[in-house]
């Protein structure tokens, strides 16, 4: 439509007003704006519906820019509204403004991390001190000072401390600056700005009254133990870890720590909240980078003669009432960096635990502590192979404590435990365990028509369907190759497989077990 030959048979009238004109050009042209507006503002809507169906990429920056440009959209439509029928739509300005405010507070709700001491003994903490402690030494903290359950003695170096850190050199804005240039989409991007800021953190300095804090946890940690020359375990414990999201895996542990090297690790742990895996796990579910808050743990290390997981519930079918044992000689690591085919037991719980199955796995090398700090690979004794990691009456022990913490908790739970060499057991970790709910009406067929069966044994970590070309890795490298859709077969789980998983239809590996970090 040609709106100025319009305009042009009515001036010729010597009736028209001289504003006329104008009215109509301003009203013309918020209708057209009107109906841009509402085009833009349903494609950016149905653009978010779209991510959110689950197959593509996206983190919380994505969903703030968006929500920014529909609720200048939508203020822009009220306008043209009101200037189409002045004072007409006005009520809508209010009703436009309660729903922004209410988007922006859950977008941009701040976590507020306590001030107070920068290290903390065990022995004080519980459940809710999430904020100050991190997820995993709240809680190991509640099922020892609250359930009486066994775990080594030693102290979290806090969130406050964690603050004190990152502010120091204006480390925090050094970090946010790489991050907010991140393609999450892009592997090789990931892996630069994951590296850089690794690097930035590693080589920081540690302030001087955090120095001395751990300093002089360590000197109590000494008189009351009476060990002169003690070596700890070095463990992350986010704010979000081990809560509705596991991180399982994503952070950095180190074992086997001597006194004078706990606050290098320390910035170790700290540096690991960037990995790669662990900033494409918290992007995609929905963390903000302030959000990502890391306190550190440090625990006397056992020396262990087994290790392993126990679910209190089996993680595919939540009806099946029997605890599941993952066990192996040595260090628990192996079970949960799935390099080891563990030993497996199935437990009933009531009245009383009855080991109802066992399946013992050959193994023939173990994890073990050495004197220079470093873990070693060793052969299993001779002795010892072919025999269960676990004897019976430790596997009914760990097991009443496995149900004390689920009826603790109301929830079922995934437990990391060690056996010292005394045979004393003790608990170092407990979180949620993620449970599959099953569809009833879901039939699968055990073969298909035309195709062989080439595995028909083995353990499910995630029931499910999924059929693409099959992507053998021969080298982590090659995971930024990973094709969409393609079947990822391995020799052994790895947390580091997070980063595809959005794009693999299934997961096969040679070596691992349904307690690993990759199965959470």
Not at 240 to 261: C, H, I, K, N, P
Not at 295 to 306: E, H, S
Not at 362 to 375: A, K, P, V, Y
Request: hydrophobic share 40%; net charge negative; proline share 4%.
């Amino acid at each position: 439509m040609d709106v100025s030959k319009i305009f042009g048979k009515f001036s010729r009238k010597k009736q028209q007003r001289p504003s006329l004109r104008k009215t109509f050009m301003n009203k013309y042209s918020a209708f057209r704006t009107l109906l841009i507006e509402n085009n833009r503002v349903l494609t950016l809507i149905a653009d978010m519906q779209e991510k959110h169906s689950g197959e593509y990429l996206f983190d919380k920056q994505y969903i703030k820019a968006n929500s920014k440009e529909i609720a200048l959209g939508v203020k822009k439509i009220i306008d043209c509204l009101n200037e189409l029928s002045p004072e007409k739509y006005l009520s809508l300005y209010n009703a436009c403004d309660t729903a922004n405010k209410e988007i922006e507070s859950l977008l941009l709700s701040k976590i507020d991390i306590p001030a107070g001491e920068f290290t903390i003994p065990l022995a004080n903490l519980n459940c809710d001190m999430c904020l100050i402690a991190g997820g995993k030494f709240a809680h190991l903290g509640e099922i020892r000072n609250r359930l009486g359950i066994p775990t080594p003695d030693g102290f979290v170096i806090s969130s406050h401390a964690f603050k004190k850190f990152t502010a120091h050199s204006n480390l925090i804005t050094h970090i946010n600056e790489f991050l907010s240039s991140l393609d999450i989409s892009s592997l090789d991007d990931l892996n630069r700005i994951s590296d850089e800021i690794q690097k930035l953190i590693i080589g920081s300095e540690i302030p001087d009254d955090l120095r001395n804090a751990v300093t002089a946890s360590v000197e109590s940690y000494k008189q009351t133990s009476g060990e002169q020359h003690p070596v700890f375990a070095i463990r992350s414990s986010a704010i979000f870890e081990d809560g509705e999201f596991s991180f399982a895996g994503q952070y950095a542990t180190f074992l086997f720590v001597s006194e004078t090297d706990i606050l290098q690790k320390y910035k170790e742990v700290v540096a690991s909240l960037f990995t790669p895996r662990a900033i494409f796990y918290y992007k995609t579910k929905g963390f903000s980078d302030e959000e990502m808050v890391m306190a550190v743990g440090v625990l006397r290390m056992v020396d262990a003669k087994a290790g392993g997981v126990a679910y209190t519930r089996d993680p595919n079918n939540a009806e099946i009432d029997h605890i599941t044992i993952n066990s192996v000689f040595g260090l628990g690591k192996s079970v949960v960096d799935g390099t080891v085919s563990p030993d497996l037991f199935l437990v009933s719980r009531h009245p009383e635990p009855v080991i109802k199955e066992r399946s013992i796995s050959l193994q023939h090398t173990m994890l073990s502590g050495h004197s220079n700090g470093q873990i070693r690979t060793v052969d299993v004794p001779d002795d010892l192979k072919g025999r269960q990691s676990l004897n019976d009456n430790l596997i009914k022990q760990i097991t009443h404590y496995a149900v004390a913490m689920e009826n603790h908790y109301g929830t079922p739970q995934d437990i990391e435990w060690v056996i010292d060499q005394d045979n004393k057991p003790y608990i170092i970790q407990t979180r949620p365990l993620r449970v599959a709910k099953l569809d009833e009406e879901i039939h699968i067929p055990r073969r298909l028509e035309g195709y062989p069966l080439l595995i028909d044994k083995g353990v499910i970590a995630c029931r499910g369907i999924g059929a693409g070309k099959a992507f053998v890795l021969q080298d982590e490298e090659a995971l930024k190759d990973f094709p969409e859709g393609a079947v990822l077969v391995a020799k052994n789980t790895s947390t580091k497989f997070v980063t595809v998983m959005n794009k693999a239809s299934a997961i096969i590996t040679d070596v691992g077990g349904v307690t690993g970090h990759m199965a959470s």
